[in-house]
């Protein structure tokens, strides 16, 4: 049986000890590979176009260009960028908020353990769950811009659609939103498709981050 192509990462971090450890840890997983470096943000971008890498960890924090440009950088540059998760110190910092806004897959903190890193790698290369759904609703509760009405995509969602949003804001997979709504996999893949193209989002974390915004999650 052949197996499947490992799980390829670039790691972007101004400190070479965290690069270090972040690489001895996921080099020991059979399905994860580290196939580039880089010190600074723009250094991830150029490393991220050469290599093509499935997923980046990016430090939110770094001398000149930050993770935030970055990441902006690599997905408005790249027809298939990768996943990116950014990595911070305080989970409430304003900067992952806005690297979320701006397109990043998750937030890693700094001091989370081996288990959880990969746990998170592997999660967000199968790009059908959100990472750490409560961390991004207190974010969001804490960074939310406020807006003075809904925007108009809030309406044109169905009720499927809207019960879809609010399973993926709890981090369920398609496959626990089929169990739950008693569906089958491709119609759940049909309404998320549906409800990243309404929302004008990227993917799942973006469009949970809209649906706090317009108030769609907090009762609105």
């Known amino acids: 049986m ?11 971090d101004d400190e070479r ?6 690489r001895a840890i ?5 399905d994860l590979e580290v196939v580039g470096e880089a010190a600074t943000g723009a250094e991830a971008v150029s490393v991220v176009r050469e290599v093509r890498p499935d997923v980046v960890l990016m430090d ?5 260009t930050d993770g935030i440009r970055a990441t902006e950088q690599i997905l408005a540059t790249l027809d298939e960028p990768p996943r990116i998760v950014v990595v911070t110190t305080f989970e409430n910092d304003s900067y ?3 690297a979320l806004r701006a ?16 746990q998170a790698v592997r999660l967000v290369a199968r790009s059908d769950s959100l990472l750490f759904p409560a961390a991004v609703r207190t974010l969001a509760a804490e960074h939310a811009r406020a807006r003075p009405a809904p925007p108009v995509w809030v309406a044109k969602l169905t009720g499927r659609e809207r019960e879809v949003l609010r399973h993926m804001a709890k981090g369920l997979t398609n496959a626990e939103i089929a169990r739950r709504m008693e569906v089958g996999a491709a119609t759940v893949k049909s309404h998320v498709a549906a409800v990243l193209a309404k929302t004008g989002t990227r993917d799942r974390t973006q469009a949970v981050i809209a649906a706090y915004e317009a108030g769609f999650l907090n009762g609105g």
């Open 2 to 12: 052949t197996r499947p192509a490992p799980i390829r990462v670039v790691l972007a």
């Open 60 to 64: 939110v924090r770094m001398p000149g």
């Open 103 to 118: 397109g990043a897959a998750g937030f890693l903190l700094k001091r989370a353990d081996a288990e959880a890193l990969v």
């Open 17 to 22: 000890m965290v690069r270090t450890a972040l």
């Open 96 to 98: 992952v908020y806005d």
């Open 26 to 30: 996921l080099s020991a997983e059979p």
